[in-house]
């Protein structure tokens, strides 16, 4: 990374804490413009994104970062989490396993998938995590409620 495009994405970094989400935003294009690949920019800029409500933008800028580094368990798990606040479960479901996949100790993905209501996720989550007594209770309580 050149000594500009560091600039350009540390500016954008701090604007973002400071809340100046359109103001950072603008950055973290600057850093794609000098960089498209700088998969920093691409994360940050899906989350900034997300977080001004423009979740199909947040969603392309995750994907992008994920084609250029395909073992990224963040983002993946901050895609699924995207994709299920635009009620996209099925894919959110994909990509909450790629992350558990690649790293099965980011906590944040089970809590994640978790909280989706539904009880097929929640028997998957245990499926996952191989926690036989569960999946039976879990089962038990999908044929019964």
Known sequence: MCIR???QFNLANTLRDLGRLDEAEVCYRKVLDLKPDHIGALEKLGTTLND???REAAIKSY????KI????AEVYNLLGMTLK???????A???YERAIEIS???GGVKITWENIASKTVFVYVHIL????????SANRRTEEG
Do not use: H, M, Q, Y
Request: hydrophobic share 25%.
């Open 5 to 7: 495009d560091r600039s």
């Open 52 to 54: 001004k409500g423009d």
């Open 63 to 66: 994907k992008k970062a994920i």
């Open 69 to 72: 580094e395909p073992n990224f």
């Open 85 to 91: 606040g635009v009620g996209r479960i099925e894919e």
């Open 93 to 95: 479901k994909v990509s």
């Open 104 to 106: 099965p100790d980011l």
């Open 129 to 136: 995590n191989g926690n036989d007594e569960t999946i039976k």
